[in-house]
């Protein structure tokens, strides 16, 4: 009994997360009726997974106490990079994927070096940062549309696996494979040995600058995944497609129960937060709500997730 206490206790922030995500769920369900049918919760775990897969990176970057803002534009510099390499060609992805992954890592480690090597603050760097991609993006391309991508990205973005979405399956994946790494490894230890005291770590002989380097490197890479897999279910890009998941990333993984200070905090708390999130999008467009009322509300709530989140961190 006393274990199974302890486990809720150490849990809660997690298991509040899944709790509030189910019960929204159901109010939507009772509001409007079909929103939870079999092809529309297909839809809800497409939605989830490219928030998710986003969240990764941002997940590792603030359990180390930093933040990532520069995400919407590496998304979307990712699709685009894509379609021109690839010259909506699939048989060009074989060498086009792995060069937009290198340069979406590349993106990261610009962060990541102004955060680490040169003490510049989390925000102003990745939002600088944000900036610079997106202009040079718009100097790349002259703010002209691209072609559309290969047919095997749309495939594969928009396809299954025995009934269940591609997409779905590489985010689990993907899932999986995070939180094994900040469990049982030496990285994840090191990164929560970061955000919990900087100053400890280094005493300790851990890296901090080339941890610092290696999460903002992941978080765009992260990124850059996750814009190739929406340009993909779109089969279409334009400009600003990334803008979303600026503060999404962060609500996500403050309502998942982590410290915005660093070193507390978990994956599985994202996952949760994911849900929260776009199970949450749902239920203010079943309210027949005007567009602007809806962004408000839900500025307002993803707003308060991370004054929460900071609070708890405070609190620590």
């Not at 922030?13 to 529309?40: D, E, M, Q, R």
């Not at 609500?251 to 129960?257: D, E, H, N, Q």
């Not at 949450?280 to 309210?287: T, Y």
Request: proline share 3%; with cysteine.
């Amino acid at each position: 009994m006393k274990k199974l206490k302890a486990f809720f206790e150490r849990n809660q922030p997690v298991l509040t997360g899944y709790a509030t995500s189910l019960l929204l769920l159901v109010i939507v369900s009772l509001v409007k009726p079909g929103y939870a049918s079999a092809n529309h919760l297909r839809i809800i775990a497409i939605d989830c997974a490219i928030l998710g897969i986003v969240s990764i990176g941002q997940t590792l970057v603030i359990l180390t106490g930093g933040l990532d803002l520069s995400i919407p534009w590496v998304f979307t510099s990712a699709g685009y990079f894509l379609s021109m390499l690839s010259r909506g060609n699939s048989e060009n992805l074989a060498f086009a994927i792995p060069i937009v992954l290198l340069i979406s890592a590349g993106m990261g480690l610009f962060n990541g070096a102004g955060v680490a090597y040169l003490g510049i603050s989390p925000v102003i760097m990745t939002l600088g940062a944000n900036t610079v991609f997106q202009g040079a993006l718009l100097g790349i391309t002259g703010g002209k549309p691209q072609a559309r991508l290969p047919d095997f990205m749309q495939v594969l973005s928009k396809g299954s696996v025995s009934g269940i979405p591609n997409l779905l399956v590489i985010w689990l994946t993907l899932s999986v494979a995070i939180m094994v790494v900040l469990t049982k490894t030496a990285f994840g230890r090191k990164i929560y040995a970061v955000g919990s005291s900087e100053t400890v770590s280094f005493f300790s002989g851990i890296d901090v600058k080339r941890t610092r380097l290696a999460v903002y490197a992941i978080s765009g890479l992260a990124a850059g995944s996750a814009g190739v897999l929406f340009a993909g279910r779109l089969g279409q890009l334009y400009l600003g497609m990334g803008d979303q998941y600026q503060l999404t990333t962060i609500a996500a993984v403050a309502i998942g129960g982590a410290s915005l200070i660093g070193g507390k905090g978990n994956y599985a708390g994202t996952i949760a937060g994911t849900l929260t999130i776009v199970v949450l999008s749902g239920l203010l467009s079943a309210f027949n709500l005007t567009t602007s009322v809806q962004q408000i509300i839900y500025g307002f709530v993803l707003f308060g997730a991370v004054f929460l989140a900071r609070e708890k961190g405070l609190e620590r």
